[in-house]
């Protein structure tokens, strides 16, 4: 059997029990399949993440200037740091370097980089280059949890779903690129603030990377709930709103808005109002009892055809 | 200008000193460009490193079992962080995978891989799955320091240089492999224990992945010293053995052997006769003042072509 069909998440939900398993020790906190791993540490735990940028996969060349495509390369990763609670501390990019490539191309990515990550606290302190056919650059963050850990884990019946800021930049500005019309990718939000903030306040949160139906039905399988989403209240880039439903769901399925999706019980609510977050967050929805997410649009239900993005299909 | 023109070494030469400048940090104590960085931390200092595997580059399908290419993964992590005397705790895998690529293919690398990091101590916590023209991991370590960490800048003239186990194994694998003839990539070993004794008896240390000479030229490079080397000391695999000085030229400049040079101050000789390292060192030349790596071969010099591996040129 081909990867292809039973795609990424197919794969990972076959052999994430098992790694897991194998993964299960006093100081492993927070094991694979969350946004990051947690590790326990004699002073604060270490929050430990990877994720890759390629050419031909995440982008094309000329969708972005060099060191956009650095800063984007640091803020997917913090994205994750930020769903569990998270600050970065240091960082590591490994790269594949076409032989072709210009010099100050390169350089400009990695300082776009280093730039972007010391400013969010994180020191670039190392990384490897190797030869590729198109440029790529996996990074990884070590980070440190200021409070509790938030995992996927936690959602209960009853609480509010809550996504940061507002989706869609992302999935519009590809289909523009796509379609050969001007425009670049845009610069992902940084969210670490607000992620450590709500890490003391949500039940469940992750990172919207692959389309927020999609994602948000990982922290459903986690949780063993369901969700109901309703698209009218999901926060849209003007480009969605403008096209009514089609574009919500556009919106909704698209990914790389690296907002930060969450559950709040009952009982926290008012300290959510209260909170400080830095960014706006909006209601779309509440978790119910089953297994699946129901996306509705005003009461009705609306049929999702690709939930999100998977690599391998 | 394209990086081609410049290499793998020629631009890491150029940015590295901007990137360790911007990297200095009170809780940074080993920044970019040694084989490992080192943070300060609550604990024992922690050691992080990154290495990527591709097919097309570092193997061909077909030249190692699945299982036996996710050890190799691995180890060539390992390898970086034995030569800075760490041992491993966490580790990551970030995969790039041709949605042809079988499941069983697939689950085979990521079992080997996380089996082989288990036995030496790392539990596999997490990791990413891209979509790639042809496979790829990119392995992240998290390691402890149990001493003091070694670097590759304190070498000094008069002390003797030292290679562990024997080299050329992998140069001789491929160049087969290559020729359309029966081999496979060997499993490299495992200097975690050699490692960690040698850190408080080397005054620098790195591992052999792109070739003893290239690599020992890093080392007198950080450390502002020369070396010159005896290829009738290195010890090599019976089949560099058996071409003469060819063949020994192939394995010191071939690379993947991973295993460590290391230099050791006179005062200190005595202490390393006696350590258990778990394996051979041999002698195989001495520092000098100077700034370049000589190789001679009993006593008369040896004109190196090609010092090793560069992934740009």
Same mark, same amino acid.
């Given at each position: %059997?081909?990867?292809?069909?039973?795609?990424?998440?197919?794969?990972?939900?076959?052999v994430?029990?098992?790694?897991?398993?194998?993964?299960?020790?006093?100081?492993?906190?927070?094991? =694979?399949?969350?946004?990051?791993?947690?590790?326990?540490?004699?002073?604060?735990?270490l929050?430990?993440?990877?994720?890759?940028?390629?050419?031909?996969?995440?982008?094309?060349?000329?969708?972005?200037?060099?060191?956009? &495509?650095?800063r984007?390369?640091?803020?997917?990763?913090?994205?994750?740091?930020?769903? %569990?609670?998270?600050?970065?501390?240091?960082?590591?990019?490994?790269?594949?370097?076409?032989?072709? %490539?210009?010099?100050?191309?390169?350089?400009?990515?990695? +300082?776009?980089?280093?730039?972007?990550?010391?400013r969010?606290?994180?020191?670039? !302190?190392?990384?490897?280059?190797?030869?590729?056919a198109?440029?790529?650059?996996?990074?990884t963050?070590?980070?440190? &949890?200021?409070?509790?850990?938030?995992? +996927?884990?936690?959602?209960?019946?009853?609480?509010t779903?809550?996504?940061?800021?507002?989706?869609?930049?992302?999935?519009?500005?590809?289909?523009?690129?796509?379609?050969?019309?001007?425009? +670049?990718?845009?610069?992902?939000?940084?969210?670490?603030?607000?992620?450590?903030?709500?890490?003391?306040?949500?039940?469940? %949160?992750?990172?919207?990377?692959?389309?927020?139906?999609?994602? &948000?039905?990982?922290?459903?399988?986690?949780?063993?709930?369901?969700a109901?989403l309703?698209?009218?209240?999901?926060?849209?880039? =003007?480009?969605?709103?403008?096209?009514?439903?089609?574009?919500?769901?556009v919106?909704?399925?698209?990914?790389?808005?690296?907002?930060? !999706?969450?559950?709040? =019980?009952?009982?926290?609510?008012?300290?959510?109002?209260r909170?400080?977050?830095?960014?706006?967050?909006?209601?779309?929805g509440?978790?119910?009892?089953?297994?699946?997410?129901?996306?509705?649009?005003?009461?009705?239900?609306?049929?999702?055809?690709?939930?999100?993005?998977?690599?391998?299909?």
């Amino acid at each position: %059997m081909k990867v292809r069909q039973i795609g990424e998440h197919g794969w990972l939900r076959a052999v994430l029990p098992h790694l897991a398993a194998a993964a299960r020790r006093r100081d492993v906190l927070v094991g =694979p399949g969350d946004d990051a791993a947690v590790l326990a540490s004699a002073g604060r735990p270490l929050v430990l993440t990877t994720d890759a940028l390629r050419e031909g996969v995440h982008f094309r060349s000329g969708w972005a200037p060099w060191p956009l &495509l650095g800063r984007r390369a640091f803020r997917a990763n913090a994205s994750d740091l930020a769903a %569990m609670g998270a600050v970065p501390r240091a960082a590591l990019l490994a790269l594949d370097v076409p032989p072709a %490539m210009p010099v100050r191309a390169l350089t400009a990515f990695v +300082r776009g980089f280093a730039a972007d990550a010391r400013r969010h606290g994180a020191a670039l !302190v190392g990384g490897n280059v190797s030869r590729g056919a198109r440029f790529g650059a996996t990074v990884t963050l070590l980070g440190t &949890l200021p409070g509790p850990a938030v995992t +996927r884990d936690g959602a209960r019946p009853g609480d509010t779903i809550f996504v940061t800021g507002r989706l869609g930049a992302a999935a519009f500005a590809v289909r523009a690129l796509r379609a050969g019309r001007a425009g +670049r990718l845009p610069l992902p939000p940084v969210r670490l603030r607000a992620g450590v903030r709500l890490a003391s306040l949500a039940s469940a %949160m992750l990172d919207v990377s692959d389309g927020l139906v999609q994602d &948000l039905g990982h922290l459903c399988r986690a949780s063993h709930v369901a969700a109901r989403l309703d698209l009218a209240l999901v926060p849209c880039v =003007p480009e969605a709103v403008r096209l009514g439903r089609a574009g919500r769901l556009v919106a909704a399925t698209g990914g790389e808005d690296y907002e930060l !999706v969450f559950t709040v =019980p009952a009982a926290n609510l008012g300290r959510l109002a209260r909170a400080r977050l830095g960014c706006a967050v909006t209601p779309i929805g509440v978790i119910e009892r089953g297994r699946s997410v129901r996306v509705v649009d005003a009461g009705r239900a609306v049929r999702v055809g690709r939930v999100g993005f998977d690599h391998l299909r």
